[in-house]
């Protein structure tokens, strides 16, 4: 059995080892997201040499238009076979093997309301649809293989506004730098020195805990506790989305941006609490762009360090309150719910950086830390976790556009979370009825392939030892498939 796990290992990692140690770097630097702007496509390449102009967009999206209007679509279809677990419960990983579908589409669209680019306002609209499925409807998981999958299989796939925000610009420097357009920012050219605000419905991944080498479920990693800090309890609805506002002030070298967003009304729920006196989600984050390695690497290697801290208030219980209430034979079962409070507050942080190595390679790590004890609300049930993993640009065998990755990511809960699952407690994602604690760890790999122009495939593979914490479960291999296209 161990010889077994040891080659699925060995399978995860195979593809990103053995094309990158075939190819050599010999292009230009490949460049990271430019510094401090909000992103949905945050490795998308920057041409840096002839073979690198070819169109990674079905249509071209001129700089000089005032308005931007800009779609994608992500299919992905995944499956996993049959695998070792003497119970299963309400919310667990199915065991007998299954394969599932995800649909997501989105339509971006944007205006430039005054163009002067030291006090640029943008208007943005955004309309998205999700369909499909996840394997076992996204349960019994902290590391959720899908990240485009909604959560609630009773919510239609009928499109819905995503985001609708206002976009500010306030510049304090004449000095005008090159700024990538995106989405959410569509200014070419912005004050070195700046203020930046964005209010109205949003994501707040789209702004915090951005990593160029991590963040993109659409073109890199597709697991939830990889694309974004598993700890991070981020104020959302069940579709990832919410309404607050968000300032960066943005130097040369660095960024401070802070955040405040409506939460859930209860836990993974659709529908958001307005009353900002009793629920809110306040987030903090420092940014500083400079070479992590110093003098070991190129002194043009970019590197990155975001320190992250985040504060929620809302109608939370605690772990222990459940716990303690049915061992006295106050509850039939463990249930949280039954002890929820207003304005309860659950705290955490996170850590977040990357580093360029070579021409071709970028490597990244996250950290993340919550208190655990009171419930895990809005993003997945995760108190600690530790993420490292990097890239290979496939300009090493001449495919500029095509990327290949390797990470692994270990999650874990606190000792309150671990005894209410262990009593038969429900979590939002996790229930086996039963729990034998261990981290649940992850090896994810993908190759990403540039078919032609905006269309792009992907193969995935993700090993999961202990499956939502429980070691008498698993371990569990996931394959997928993911076409993607950029219009």
């Known amino acids: 059995m161990i010889q077994n796990y040891a080659w699925k290992r060995s ?26 702007l909000p992103m949905t496509r945050p490795d998308a390449p920057t041409p840096t040499k002839e073979t690198d102009n070819a169109p990674t967009t079905m249509f071209p999206h001129p700089d000089s238009w005032r308005i931007f209007i800009a779609g994608q679509a992500n299919i992905i279809f995944q499956a996993h076979g049959p ?6 419960g309400t919310n667990s990983l199915l065991s007998r093997g299954e394969y599932k579908t995800s649909l997501l589409g989105t339509l971006y669209l944007g205006a430039q309301v005054v163009s002067n680019p030291k006090y640029n306002l943008d208007a943005i609209f955004d309309l998205e649809s999700a369909g499909g499925r996840g394997d076992s409807e996204a349960l019994g998981l902290a590391g959720s293989t899908n990240l485009d999958v909604v959560r609630n299989p009773n919510l239609s796939s009928v499109p819905y506004v995503a985001q609708v925000q206002l976009h500010q610009t306030i510049g304090f420097s004449n000095t005008m730098v090159d700024a990538a357009r995106t989405p959410f920012s569509l200014a070419t050219q912005v004050p070195q020195r700046r203020l930046e605000l964005h209010i109205g419905k949003m994501g707040l991944p789209d702004f915090f805990d951005i990593n160029n080498v991590g963040t993109d479920s ?8 990889v694309d974004n800090n598993g700890a991070w309890d981020y104020a959302a609805d069940t579709r990832g989305y919410t309404y607050g506002a968000v300032t960066e002030y943005i130097d040369k070298n660095w960024t401070a941006r802070y955040g405040i967003a409506l939460m859930p009304t209860v836990a993974n729920g659709i529908d958001l609490d307005w009353n900002l006196r009793r629920a809110s989600g306040q987030n903090m984050e420092f940014e500083l762009r400079r070479s992590l390695l110093g003098k070991l690497v190129s002194a043009d290697r970019k590197g990155v360090v975001r320190v992250l801290s985040y ?13 303690e209430a049915f061992l006295d034979g106050e509850d039939k079962t463990p249930d949280i719910k039954l002890h929820e409070k207003f304005s309860e507050v659950k705290y955490g942080f996170g850590f977040n950086a990357e580093q360029e ?20 609300f809005a993003y997945t049930e995760v108190d600690q976790t530790m ?30 979370h671990q005894e209410y699952l262990k009593l038969g407690g429900l979590g939002f994602l996790l229930g086996d009825g039963k729990l034998n604690y261990a981290r649940e760890d992850i090896i994810e790999s993908y190759y990403n392939v540039h078919a032609w122009r905006g269309i792009y495939y992907a193969l995935d593979l993700q090993f999961i030892d202990h499956p939502g914490y429980n070691q008498d479960r698993g371990p569990v291999l996931f394959e997928s498939v993911r076409m993607h296209v950029d219009f």
């Open 11 to 36: 399978l995860a990692c195979l593809p990103f080892l053995l094309l990158c140690a075939s190819g050599s770097a010999t292009a230009q630097d490949y460049a990271t997201t430019a510094p401090a």
């Open 83 to 88: 695998f070792h677990s003497p119970y299963e």
């Open 218 to 225: 659409h073109l890199q990693f597709m697991n939830w506790t």
């Open 311 to 323: 504060v929620n208030h809302a109608h939370m219980g605690l772990y222990r309150d459940a716990v």
């Open 357 to 376: 190595l070579t021409d071709n390679i970028r490597v990244f790590s996250r950290l993340g830390w919550n208190e655990g004890q009171h419930e895990s």
């Open 387 to 416: 993420a490292f993993g990097g890239d290979c640009s496939g300009r090493a065998w001449s495919r500029p556009n095509d990327k290949i990755g390797l990470t692994f990511v270990t999650n874990a809960i606190k000792s309150d």
